[in-house]
């Protein structure tokens, strides 16, 4: 196969978002007068079990109905997601996630080579406009060549993105690598026939990632050599375009479908 457009997953993947978003529940549960702290635990549970933006009403449900019912009539329900996300972006704005290591510099590659740099995420585009931006400026951002968000989608699916992303760069999916930080995203992209790079995130260390050519901690550095968690990239210390172009040809690990 030939190399033809890298498209990065946000959330987990180009930066460690899961620990900020839990911070920014946290100060708005106190902000609004609620006693809840969710720690990395409790917070994994929710990430696993709930919906995009339902996480208030999935813990409220489980941890006491009654509780449900008071803070919908109150409209908690709503301020609570809508104050978290204001928390949560300007936190993003301060620098409170930066980006994961080596992401700057194979984004940086791409942007220089013929190969096309692509964004793919089921959350806001703010989100990856304002994780790029903080480390690039305006230049990446101008860089990319397609950028699916939420406000694209209907509906949260990883499968709908992925497959918007790629009728959008207009390649075959057998030309196209991803960076995945989730199972699910990982699943998504191989079932569409793209060769996949997973780089488990904190709250994702311990999934299996189905369709994966690769399963590495990061993108690693020359100085700063990646773990291989699954497949053989031995010798090699950091990601590069090259190296992306040699996992192509590394069948994957196991089948997508079946996940």
């Known amino acids: 196969m030939t190399l033809k457009a890298v498209i990065f997953d946000v959330g987990g993947t180009i930066a460690e978002t899961a620990d900020v978003k839990r911070a920014a529940f946290n100060q708005a549960f106190a902000e609004l007068g609620l006693d809840w702290v969710w720690g990395r635990a409790a917070f994994a549970q929710i990430l696993t079990n709930a919906l995009p933006g339902a996480e208030v009403e999935f813990y409220a449900l489980l941890r006491n109905p009654a509780m449900f019912n008071r803070l919908e009539r109150n409209g908690l329900l709503d301020e609570i997601p809508k104050r978290q996300q204001q928390i949560y972006f300007n936190l993003l704005e301060a620098g409170a996630a930066p980006l994961r290591p080596g992401v700057a510099r194979l984004m940086g590659e791409i942007a220089s080579s013929g190969v096309k740099?692509?964004?793919?995420?089921?959350?806001?585009?703010?989100?990856?406009?304002?994780?790029?931006?903080?480390?690039?400026?305006?230049?990446?951002?101008?860089?990319?060549?397609?950028?699916?968000?939420?406000?694209?989608?209907?509906?949260?699916?990883?499968?709908?993105?992925?497959?918007?992303c790629v009728a959008n760069l207009g390649l075959p999916p057998g030309d196209i690598a991803v960076i995945e930080n989730s199972a699910q995203g990982a699943a998504a992209a191989a079932s569409l026939g793209m060769a996949v790079i997973a780089t488990p995130s904190l709250y994702t260390m311990g999934q299996k990632f189905p369709g994966a050519r690769v399963v590495i901690s990061d993108l690693g550095h020359p100085a700063a050599p990646f773990s291989v968690f699954e497949g053989d990239l031995s010798g090699i210390s950091h990601l590069s375009l090259e190296v992306l172009a040699d996992v192509m040809d590394i069948p994957a690990r196991l089948d997508a479908n079946a996940a």
């Open 117 to 164: 740099l692509a964004i793919c995420s089921t959350g806001p585009r703010l989100e990856y406009e304002t994780l790029l931006f903080n480390r690039f400026g305006l230049e990446i951002v101008d860089a990319l060549s397609v950028a699916v968000s939420g406000e694209d989608l209907q509906g949260a699916s990883p499968v709908q993105a992925y497959r918007t």
